[in-house]
């Protein structure tokens, strides 16, 4: 018995396999351009800060990638981090790929459904988490709120993360913590 093709390979598709594969070059291409800093360990909040969402702890898994959606060997890059937030209500933990874009519609009106957006990309060697959302015609128009973190290593080895916040309704607010690693 013969073994059925995948519907990209099979020709049944011939469109979709050509995205598939302009797709799967596209992340192929951004991943050897960005083999990145490591952040993986357990990290301690160093900074003192007032508000109380912001996690006490960190837990970073971050592994290196040898090889591409083929199964073939790819020059080694961060393409995955997951993160364990543990803050003083509880914890989460929350997993990215690092070279997406992407995003979500809910309802099919563009004045009344929301749109969310997420990106997490390498700019350098600082690693930049954007998340938010909004209704109305594009991003930062009607209601819209958006998250920005950027991540990165001081000289002496510490976490500097950058986060900053604003919306329709709310000035942009920054705020920046220092985490030390714990051995």
Same mark, same amino acid.
């Given at each position: ?92 933990? %929350? =997993?990215?790929?690092? &070279?997406?874009?992407?995003?979500? #519609?809910? /309802?099919?009106?563009?004045?009344? +459904?929301? $749109?969310?957006?997420? %990106? =997490?990309?390498?700019? &350098?060697?600082?690693?930049?988490? #954007?998340? /938010?959302?909004?209704?109305?015609? +594009?991003? $930062?128009?009607?209601?819209? =709120? ?10 002496? /080895? ?11 309704? =709310? ?13």
């Amino acid at each position: 018995m013969a073994r059925a093709e995948p519907f990209f390979r099979s020709g049944v598709y011939p469109g979709v396999r050509a995205v598939l594969t302009a797709s799967f070059l596209g992340i192929s291409a951004v991943a050897t351009a960005q083999h990145g800093v490591d952040f993986s360990g357990r990290w301690a909040l160093q900074s003192s800060v007032t508000e109380s969402p912001v996690a006490r702890a960190l837990t970073i898994e971050q592994p290196l990638t040898h090889k591409n959606v083929y199964g073939e060997e790819m020059p080694p890059a961060y393409l995955r981090i997951s993160i364990r937030r543990e803050k003083e209500a509880g914890g989460g933990t %929350e =997993t990215r790929m690092i &070279g997406v874009i992407g995003g979500s #519609v809910s /309802g099919t009106d563009h004045r009344i +459904s929301r $749109r969310t957006h997420h %990106e =997490t990309l390498w700019e &350098g060697n600082k690693l930049v988490f #954007v998340d /938010g959302s909004y209704i109305g015609d +594009s991003p $930062r128009s009607g209601e819209w =709120t958006e998250r920005r973190e950027v991540w990165s290593l001081t000289a002496d /080895g510490s976490l500097a993360i950058e986060i900053s916040t604003e919306g329709a309704h =709310t000035a942009r607010q920054t705020q920046r913590l220092v985490y030390g690693r714990q051995r």
